[in-house]
């Protein structure tokens, strides 16, 4: 009888486990720059920092900056700065010079974005803050907000040259990129 009860206990454990880690895979969170993989780790202020130290100018159809399925890591809000201290991110005229997707809090300062297809493609980000620098000449908009709907705040941000348009807000149809 205790034998019985053990294994049954252990074959629903083994059931949960699967469930969890095989049948439902944990999404990854990936942040990257032109391509390049940056850390996702957040510091012991639940802060993730990602700063431009020169110009960025993407190729072969990168993003500029990537933060993908982040969230938050941990206990607590995960906030995502991104400061690009001035420095510019040029595209080939495809894909977002930053895009953002499935994450809570994100901060963009300072950013010079050109060239892309999008300046910022912001898809069910919770909170969204930009502030400073522009969107230039981007083909089909400044700053796309697709799901984003809780909070946005713009603060002496330039958007000018984007033939699409500066701002697309919650669309009925999403752009894609």
């Given at each position: 009888?205790r034998?019985?009860?053990?294994?049954?206990?252990?074959?629903?454990f083994c059931s949960?486990l699967?469930?969890l880690?095989?049948a439902?895979p944990?999404?990854?969170?990936?942040?990257s720059?032109?391509g390049?993989?940056?850390?996702?780790?957040p510091?012991?202020?639940?802060?993730?920092?990602i700063?431009l130290?020169?110009?960025e100018?993407?190729?072969?159809?990168?993003?500029?900056i990537?933060?993908?399925?982040?969230g938050?890591?941990?206990s607590?809000?995960?906030?995502?700065?991104?400061?690009?201290?001035?420095?510019t991110?040029?595209?080939?005229?495809t894909?977002?010079?930053i895009?953002?997707?499935?994450?809570?809090?994100?901060?963009?300062r300072?950013?010079?974005?050109?060239?892309?297809q999008?300046g910022?493609?912001?898809n069910?980000?919770?909170?969204?803050?930009?502030e400073g620098?522009?969107?230039?000449?981007?083909?089909?908009?400044g700053?796309a907000?697709?799901?984003?709907?809780?909070y946005q705040t713009?603060?002496?941000t330039?958007?000018?040259?984007?033939?699409?348009?500066?701002?697309?807000?919650n669309?009925?149809?999403?752009?894609t990129?």
């Open positions: 009888m034998t019985s009860i053990r294994l049954t206990v252990l074959s629903l949960a699967f469930l880690f095989i439902s944990l999404k990854a969170c990936s942040i720059i032109c390049t993989a940056h850390s996702t780790t510091n012991s202020y639940n802060v993730v920092p700063n130290t020169s110009n100018s993407c190729v072969d159809g990168n993003d500029g990537d933060i993908l399925g982040c938050n890591q941990g607590g809000t995960t906030l995502y700065i991104v400061d690009c201290k001035g420095y991110l040029s595209g080939e005229g894909n977002s010079g895009n953002l997707s499935e994450d809570n809090v994100v901060i963009i300072n950013c010079r974005i050109t060239d892309f999008f910022i493609f912001a069910e980000v919770t909170r969204l803050t930009v620098g522009s969107m230039v000449d981007n083909s089909t908009g700053l907000l697709c799901n984003t709907s809780v713009f603060f002496t330039f958007f000018y040259g984007n033939p699409g348009g500066d701002i697309l807000n669309t009925a149809t999403c752009p990129e």
